[in-house]
């Protein structure tokens, strides 16, 4: 039946076990079929129940949505069982040494078409982003063309703490002050208040870092710039993406 009820601790388990071996729903980059599943969770998994597909919806979270490749099914045909079946890794093809009994050219020309048809720019907002996003679509067309593949950008997701002072301490202000905290290759995820005791909140938030633009030491000391409302901050989670 593939993916259902992944607004369940049933559903999110078996995604979870999916993703152990698996970067991506289908194949060895992100596409529609991420899109569906992504959309199907809804919210982020808890990082510490399904460290899998935290780390897969996150990284799902960062990219444009609408400028993956592919076609969008329903969830229920991906993953086990699914109607669209794929390998937990791209196996790299080996030329064979004897022909087949009966020659089947029909699939690699519609391969050779599906390549042709790769709309390479999409439909970003003519911004930073929007370039960014064409460029590295660019580049890993060109490469896959020639035979080769793009070295990926080294990328992890945090989930940080971050302690106010006491409970009279404005916790709406202090999640706009780390909100605010801006750098080339760091993006803001989800967060939440967290209770510590005493009437005290704490702030859990999750960010998306590539690893040779921000250095988590840094994005810290950037965060405890907030004197008046942080006290402390603390990785509670870090994963490569």
């Known amino acids: 039946m593939g993916f259902t009820d992944l607004d ?3 559903g999110l388990k078996a995604l979870n076990t999916y993703l152990e071996e698996r970067s991506y729903i289908e194949g060895y980059e992100a596409s529609q079929a991420d899109v569906a599943v992504y959309e199907a969770v809804k919210k982020a998994p808890d990082a510490n129940k399904y460290p899998h597909a935290a780390r897969w919806y996150h990284h799902i979270w960062s990219k444009s949505l609408a400028a ?8 229920s045909a991906y993953g086990p069982g ?6 937990a890794s791209p196996v790299k093809a080996v030329p064979a040494k004897a022909a087949p009994a009966k020659a089947a050219p029909a699939p690699a020309k519609e391969e050779e078409e599906d390549e042709d048809d790769i709309d390479l720019f999409g439909s970003d907002d003519d911004d930073e982003e929007a370039e960014r996003l064409k460029a590295e679509r660019v580049a890993a067309y060109e490469a896959k063309k020639a035979g080769g593949k793009p070295k990926p950008v080294a990328k992890s997701m945090v989930i940080l703490d971050v302690k106010p002072w ?11 002050n ?15 208040l967290v209770a510590v005791g005493f009437g005290i909140k704490k702030l859990q938030i999750t960010c998306v870092i590539e690893d040779d633009k921000v250095s988590t030491d840094e994005l810290i000391d950037k965060i405890c710039a907030d004197e008046d409302h942080v006290q402390s901050v603390d990785i509670a989670a870090f994963n490569k993406l």
């Open 8 to 10: 369940k601790d049933s």
């Open 68 to 75: 993956l490749p592919g076609k969008k099914q329903a969830a």
């Open 82 to 87: 699914g109607a669209v079946a794929r390998p």
């Open 166 to 176: 006491d409970d009279e301490t404005d916790m709406k202000e202090l999640t706009n």
């Open 178 to 192: 780390v909100l605010a905290v801006e750098q080339d290759g760091l993006v803001w995820g989800t967060h939440k």
